[in-house]
């Protein structure tokens, strides 16, 4: 039998009721090329990193464009005045811990001194219900702005755990902003029907997530 081709969604009915709550990366053929070698089983473990980087870093500087920003004006090196941007003070990035991991280096190359906190969370092997095993957040976190990073949204029961364990260290949903590759329209309505606050910005919403991406890009495959 031929093996079923996977077509990109149609926007519209993947999101729903939802679509307010999404943030796109504008899609150009580059995008969909980076998207299309991601899913190509074919794909060598190095080519997979390369490109996975690359789109990586696509949806990280998108994401640093949905935070704050405040006017400034800086002396040139001829004496000039410019009228400029610099980010407000109290941004941060929480990695989902394993594949969440993947994206950390994406941010610190645009952030350099940006903290960085971590949550693992992994599921019961007897009621597969999702547990947080670790957690560790700047101290202040409940101030900040968050970016939640994650690869692969395929359910949604996982960002739901992490986004609950901000919560409880007093971080407010509408200061939480997921960045992420993938994910599925089940998975954005889960966690949007939780979090109707939430911002969630991807390359991708589709029914069938390329869920290989950690063990792919780690080498756990």
Sequence with gaps: MEPDVIQTSTLNNAEGDFSRNIIHVRIT??????????????????DFIFYADRLIRQVVEEGLNQLPYQKCIVTTPTGSQYEGLHYEKGNCGVSIMRSGEAMEQGLRDCCRSIRIGKILIQSDEDTHEAKVYYAKFPPDINKRKVLLMYPIMSTGNTMIKAIDVLQQHGVKEENIIVLNLFCTPQGVKSVIKKFPQL???TSEVHPV??????QKYFGTD
Excluded: C, M, W, Y
């Design 29 to 46: 053929d580059q995008i969909k090329e980076l998207q299309t070698v991601l899913r190509d089983r074919a794909t060598s473990r190095s």
């Design 199 to 201: 911002k969630i910005l």
């Design 209 to 214: 997530a390329p869920n290989h991406f950690g």
